[in-house]
């Protein structure tokens, strides 16, 4: 299975450590959002409107309290469905 076929709920893990690239609110650029090998839960998928051929996720990944954490928006790349497919594995 590929990670453009999984849908709202699937478990899915952070293949590198996901940085802040200045869109999301409250936070500053290059801030630190998930560490790679994070576990999370897709919650949305689509597209945005200047690449409409690429889907987009909305994953909450888990901090180290196994509490859900915001929604970050993902691109495939970023997200890995295997956690030994992860450049580090924590928890």
């Given at each position: 299975?590929?990670?453009?076929?999984?849908?709202?709920?699937d478990?899915?893990?952070?293949?590198?450590?996901?940085?802040?690239?200045?869109?999301?609110?409250d936070?500053?650029?290059?801030?630190l959002?998930?560490?790679?090998?994070?576990?999370?839960?897709?919650?949305?998928?689509?597209?945005i409107?200047?690449e409409?051929?690429?889907?987009?996720?909305?994953?909450r990944?888990?901090?180290?309290t196994?509490?859900l954490?915001?929604?970050?928006?993902?691109?495939?790349?970023?997200?890995?469905?295997?956690?030994?497919?992860?450049?580090?594995?924590?928890?």
């Amino acid at each position: 299975m590929n990670i453009n076929e999984l849908d709202i709920g699937d478990v899915v893990y952070s293949a590198k450590a996901i940085t802040d690239d200045g869109s999301m609110p409250d936070c500053s650029e290059g801030e630190l959002l998930a560490p790679a090998g994070s576990r999370g839960v897709i919650v949305m998928k689509g597209h945005i409107g200047e690449e409409p051929q690429r889907q987009v996720f909305l994953v909450r990944f888990e901090d180290e309290t196994l509490t859900l954490g915001r929604p970050i928006g993902c691109w495939s790349e970023d997200l890995s469905i295997d956690r030994q497919d992860t450049t580090k594995t924590n928890r």
